[in-house]
């Protein structure tokens, strides 16, 4: 019975978005609530004979079903209509209720879900893919190649000095953070800064950090009474960087995770905590446009290059345990934690447990962040206005003592 409901509330929310859209476009739909509701039914039951008859059953039934949706779609095709998305919607149900009568409930309900949404963004993924350019379009293909068809052929070896250099991984590395960067791209393309500055300054810390600290200082100075919005945003894109060592460590070794996920929230709350203080202290929410430089969607050299900066580090470390120590680790992640968090936090999380001890790849990982965060603050005091200055101070000061906690504790 649980199942039976379930499928009639998936046939009835399918049903009411397909009515509601075909009612709103004053087009007369193939198929409402109730057809739905009885596509998905029909599929739940036919799931019932494919047990208790045959299988070929099923298959005719779902053939028959096939035939009535063609049918429809040439009738309306004839007319002009050459939208198939309510016929291919009406199969999906049919598989939907089917799903439902063995028990595979959440599943179906996820798709649902999937499927409503995207029914409802008709409009907006128009809307998107008019606004693709030819050259962001062949970076998402290029994108596509390089995951799909280069990298899975890399070889999962390991070779080279200390036997830590592997291809297979490195190249997962170049398409994580590539990814990351399509990502951040994609958001700043279409959602930019006219959602408002705190939106601004996280979009802008998946892409870079230290690029969004560089412009929103000079903009502070461009203009004294938007300092206090400018470190906002400067401060919003720090805690992104945050996060990103969390995902880092998540994704390269969950082992470090478990241990550094107290510490560096801790670290995230404080950042994210100061920025929301400051954002809430102002009344009024300044949206002004300043362009974040994006890059391209795809820099596949700058790619490779981080790929390359990834293996030295690596090597760095590798080198600096074997000879120099606890002492050589700590002082080679703050060294590249100056220019990079992302490729000293990967680089240390594919070597604790392994070549490092958990607690020295803890710190090396939190001295890598503190080192960031001085290189942006020192940034935006240096280039920023001040009135921004005294912002920085207080947001970086409470970050820079959380930072500070965290490692006395570790």
């Known amino acids: ?110 798709i649902t879900v999937l499927v409503v949404v995207l029914l409802s963004a008709k409009i907006k993924l128009h809307f998107i893919v008019g606004e693709i350019t030819t050259d962001e379009l062949y970076d998402f293909i290029r994108f596509v190649v390089l995951a799909l068809l280069i990298f899975p052929f890399l070889p999962d070896e390991t070779f080279g000095p200390y036997d830590i250099l592997n291809p297979r991984e490195i190249g997962w590395v170049i398409i ?24 601004s300054g996280i979009i802008g810390g998946l892409i870079s950090s230290t690029a969004v600290t560089w412009v ?12 206090h919005s400018c470190a906002i945003a400067i401060l919003a894109a720090s805690s992104i960087m945050i996060i990103r060592v969390l995902i880092w460590t998540f994704i390269f070794n969950k082992s470090l995770f478990d241990e550094l996920f107290f510490l560096i ?22 949206v002004f446009e300043t362009e974040i430089p994006k890059g391209k969607p795809l820099d596949l050299v700058g790619a490779l290059v981080f790929g390359l900066i990834y293996t030295v580090i690596l090597l760095v470390v590798s080198y600096a345990n074997e000879n120099l120590g606890e002492r050589g680790i700590l002082i080679s992640s703050a060294v590249a934690g100056l220019s990079d968090i992302d490729a000293i936090t990967i680089s240390v999380s594919k070597l604790a447990g392994i070549r490092l001890d958990f607690s020295i790849a803890s710190i090396a990982v939190l001295i890598a962040t503190i080192s960031n965060t001085l290189v942006k603050m020192g940034i935006g005091i240096w280039a920023g206005s001040p009135t921004l200055r005294k912002d920085l101070y207080l947001g970086y000061g409470v970050i820079f003592i959380a930072a500070v906690i965290a490692l006395v504790f570790l």
Not at 1 to 15: E, P, S
Not at 265 to 286: D, M, N, P, R
């Open 1 to 110: 019975m649980i199942r039976l409901l379930v499928a009639i509330g998936i046939g009835a929310i399918i049903g009411m978005q397909r009515e509601h859209a075909a009612l709103a476009e004053k087009v007369p739909g193939f198929a409402g609530i109730r057809t739905f509701i009885f596509v998905v039914l029909l599929g739940f039951m036919a799931g019932l004979t494919y047990y208790l008859l045959s299988p070929l059953v099923y298959f005719g039934i779902l053939l028959s079903v096939a035939i009535v949706t063609g049918v429809s779609y040439w009738i309306t095709a004839s007319k002009g209509d050459i939208g198939a998305t309510t016929e291919f919607t009406a199969l999906i149900g049919f598989v939907l209720g089917t799903m439902a009568f063995l028990g595979i409930v959440e599943l179906s309900l996820m």
């Open 176 to 199: 994580l953070t590539s990814g990351l960067g399509l990502i951040g791209y994609i958001l700043m393309k279409f959602l930019g800064t006219k959602k408002g500055i705190l939106l």
């Open 216 to 227: 929103f200082a000079k903009k502070s100075k461009e203009s004294e009474a938007l300092s």
């Open 265 to 286: 929230f801790l670290v995230f709350s404080a950042a994210i905590g100061i920025t929301l203080f400051l954002y809430f202290s102002k009344g009024k929410k300044e």
